[in-house]
């Protein structure tokens, strides 16, 4: 984003993690990814069950620091 950003005369003014303020691991949470897990074996098909399979790994990865959301405030470069 940086990159490509700087091709635009821009330049990063400012940067903030906002994962820490997600609410994770909510009961619902938990509770889907305990159906997830118990459904994996099965072969179970549909755009419901992806995506719930998918939400629960978009928490698992949020949960163990591999995803991260943020906001970066660019301005334009000096020049």
Do not use: S
């Amino acid at each position: 984003m940086r990159a490509a950003a700087a091709e635009h005369g821009l330049t990063l003014d400012d940067e903030r993690d906002l994962t820490p303020y997600l609410d994770l691991r909510r009961p619902r949470d938990r509770f889907i990814a305990a159906l997830v897990g118990a459904g994996r074996p099965l072969p179970l098909r549909g755009e419901y069950w992806r995506m719930l399979r998918g939400g629960d790994a978009l928490q698992w990865c949020l949960l163990n620091g591999l995803l991260n959301y943020r906001v970066l405030y660019f301005r334009p470069a000096a020049g």
